[in-house]
């Protein structure tokens, strides 16, 4: 079984840059798809980034602002999230598709002055 620790939200001025990080508990997290969504309040949860194997994808007009990345040895997943907007402030999960789907346990970002 592999659970997965998010870190790295806060609070954030527009326009700000924050990297979110996820660490697998176990080896055979890197061994899986791997990405992020996000629920901001009212919202349903939608797509941030997703890769696996080579490649990325990214949510509706995302890719450009934010960068998905991992680190295998580390067996963990990053989010560079850059030119940050108050729209982007929301709840972001990290996601695994071991096991039909695994789920953090969410870390709050706030984009505010």
């Known amino acids: 079984q592999v659970q997965l620790v998010e870190s790295g939200g806060g609070l954030v001025q527009p326009g700000g840059s924050l990297r979110l990080s996820c660490v697998g508990t176990?080896?055979?997290?890197?061994?899986?798809?791997r990405g992020w969504y996000r629920q901001a309040p009212g919202k349903k949860r939608e797509l941030v980034a997703f890769?696996?194997?080579?490649?990325?994808n990214y949510g509706d007009s995302l890719e450009g602002r934010f960068t998905i990345s991992t680190d295998n040895a580390k067996n963990a997943v990053y989010l560079q999230m850059n030119r940050l907007k108050p729209e982007d402030t929301a709840i972001y999960y990290c996601?695994?598709?071991?096991?039909?789907?695994?789920w953090g346990q969410g870390t709050q970002v706030t984009v505010s002055s």
């Open positions: 996601y695994c598709t071991y096991g039909g789907g695994t």
């Open positions: 176990t080896d055979i997290f890197s061994t899986y798809g």
């Open positions: 890769t696996a194997g080579s490649t990325a």
